[in-house]
């Protein structure tokens, strides 16, 4: 996969100039970026990025199931940032 091999490349390039592992990967579930920190610095704890999240939790519920979403996820995110 050419992603896979592009974001590795980077990372490699990181590693070459001796800055060190990531402490944490977060990303939109692109498979691409995914592989490549597992590749190049395997012990980099991955997280999925939380505004692609709830826009997928929100694309998949009809705009009549949950009046006042945004809000609710809104102030639950926003709870979660200031943590």
């Given at each position: 996969m050419i992603h896979t091999l592009v974001w590795a490349?980077?990372?490699?390039?990181?590693?070459?100039?001796?800055?060190?592992a990531p402490v944490q990967a977060i990303?939109?579930?692109?498979?691409?970026?995914?592989?490549?920190?597992?590749?190049?610095?395997?012990?980099?704890?991955?997280?999925?990025?939380?505004?692609?999240?709830?826009?997928?939790?929100?694309?998949?519920?009809?705009k009549s199931a949950h009046p006042g979403r945004e809000e609710v996820f809104g102030r639950g995110l926003k709870r979660l940032v200031l943590q």
């Amino acid at each position: 996969m050419i992603h896979t091999l592009v974001w590795a490349d980077l990372l490699r390039d990181r590693k070459r100039r001796r800055m060190g592992a990531p402490v944490q990967a977060i990303g939109d579930g692109a498979l691409g970026f995914w592989l490549a920190p597992r590749e190049v610095f395997p012990q980099v704890a991955e997280q999925r990025c939380w505004f692609h999240k709830i826009a997928k939790v929100l694309s998949a519920l009809p705009k009549s199931a949950h009046p006042g979403r945004e809000e609710v996820f809104g102030r639950g995110l926003k709870r979660l940032v200031l943590q």
